[in-house]
Each structure stands twice: as structure tokens, then as C-alpha cells.
């Protein structure tokens, strides 16, 4: 069982453990949709310390597993799949750009969404950079750079020079 979890109440709701206290306890104060409607959020109080926190709800069609190149003798090492990480990677390569907080979960929810209907357990690292390089383009020709810069591996300023001259201004809309 997940440790910020305990058992369900008696109304079948889950009761989340506090970040800050640790605490059992928290009751909900608001829920509402997100803007693009792939998931719940909620407003939530610790009953022993009163701090306030934010948790979301998303839907999770199946596990998935994350192949990746550095595996022991050609293997590829598994790892499950972490929204987190590709949320952290476009919020870095957009950091700076002006590009709201919305956008971009809209940008994670799609690239999840594609995973989970690709229809397999196991997906590659390389086919979600790829999602996400292609995500990025779309949204912002700098944060794709940015992103295409740390992915690709660009080693000297001749490899941004060449991939930024096959990249079209994108605008913002």
C-alpha cells in the first residue's frame, strides 16, 4: 500500500497522510476538474496541524513500465513509469518562457495519455523523448531546443547551431 495512504473511511474515501506532519488525517475542502478535465483537484487541511495542500486524482489506465538503455549487458533497465519526471523535464526546458502552468499539464496529460493507449506495458525512454520533443515543438521552438539540447546529448555550440536551424519559429498562441 502506498505510505501516503491509509485505509479507506468510512465513506470509502481514501484519507491522505500530511506532508508536512505526517498526520493520518486530512479533510477535504475543495474539489474540483482541472481545465482539461484528466483529473481531480483538492484542496485539503491536516486535522493536527492545520497546514493546507493541493493533491490531484488522475486516472491511470494501466502500469507501465519504462525501458531504458543502461541496463546491465544490452539488457534495458525497467523502472515504472513517473509522470513526474516528464513534468519536471518540460517544466525545465520551459523555465523562463512565459508559458502558464495549464499549458504545460495539458502537455503532461497528452504525452501520458499517448503511453497508455499505446496499448503495451513496456514503453522505451527513447519513444517517450520523442513524445515529448514533439510536445515541445508544438508549444515553444526555445523549451524544444532546451529540451532537444539535454535529450540529444549536444556536446559543443556547432549541435545547437545545426538543430536550431531546422527548427521554425513557433508562436505561442
Known amino acids: 500500500m502506498d505510505p501516503d495512504f491509509r485505509q479507506d473511511d468510512e465513506d470509502g ?13 486530512s479533510q477535504v475542502k475543495d474539489s474540483r476538474p482541472t481545465e482539461d478535465n484528466t483529473a481531480i483537484r483538492r484542496r485539503r487541511q491536516c486535522e493536527s496541524c492545520g497546514a493546507r495542500f493541493t493533491t490531484f486524482e488522475r486516472v491511470q489506465l494501466r502500469d507501465i513500465v519504462v525501458l531504458k538503455n543502461s541496463g546491465v549487458q544490452g539488457e534495458p533497465r525497467r523502472e ?35 503511453i497508455e493507449t499505446l496499448g503495451d506495458s513496456e514503453v522505451s525512454s527513447q519513444v517517450i523523448g520523442e513524445m515529448v520533443m514533439e510536445g515541445l515543438r508544438h508549444l515553444d521552438s526555445v523549451a524544444y531546443i532546451r529540451f532537444a539540447s539535454v535529450y ?5 555550440a556547432r549541435d545547437f547551431e545545426e538543430f536550431a536551424s531546422t527548427v521554425r519559429d513557433v508562436g505561442q498562441s
Do not use: N
Open 152 to 156: 540529444r546529448d549536444f556536446s559543443e
Open 13 to 25: 474515501h481514501r484519507l491522505m497522510r500530511c506532508p508536512f506532519c505526517a498526520h493520518d488525517d
Open 80 to 114: 515504472p513509469f513517473d509522470r513526474g519526471k516528464i513534468e519536471q523535464s518540460v517544466a525545465l526546458a520551459c523555465r523562463k518562457r512565459g508559458i502558464g502552468q495549464e499549458r504545460l499539464d495539458q502537455l503532461v496529460s497528452g504525452i501520458q495519455r499517448q
